[in-house]
């Protein structure tokens, strides 16, 4: 299993940006997958679940009603839609995948990680 973040970048606050995370490696199955940010000298917080299905999504409540995450399991990708950007979502922004086929907010629930993407916001 490899876990590949891509479509981070620089941008203005107001602004929009969308992540993928592509796994290269076998197919994991019914695994849900999340997405974790860590900002300098900040430990990794959750973002946001999706379940194998996509029947089952949660959100931190900090990027709810900004942010949406969904996932096409035949391109073995996952997205996250990043909208109405703030300075404070400036991180390193992780995909993770999960042995079971529902999410979970806590990162040892997690068994794959990605390399993560860097997202800076300017105000």
């Known amino acids: 299993v490899r876990l590949v973040e891509s479509g981070g970048g620089l941008v203005q606050a107001g602004g929009s940006l969308r992540l993928s995370c592509y796994n290269t490696g076998r197919t994991l199955g019914s695994a849900a997958m999340g997405w974790f940010r860590q900002a300098p000298g900040k430990e990794r917080e959750f973002v946001a679940h999706i379940s194998w299905s996509g029947d089952s999504i949660d959100y931190a409540d900090s990027v709810k009603g900004r942010f949406t995450i969904s996932r096409d399991n035949a391109k073995n990708t996952v997205y996250l839609q990043m909208n109405i950007l703030k300075p404070e979502d400036t991180a390193v922004y992780y995909c993770?995948?999960?042995?079971?086929?529902?999410?979970?907010?806590?990162?040892?629930?997690?068994?794959?990680w990605g390399q993560g993407t860097q997202v800076t916001v300017s105000s």
């Open positions: 993770a995948a999960a042995s079971a086929p529902v999410g979970s907010r806590y990162r040892n629930d997690y068994d794959y």
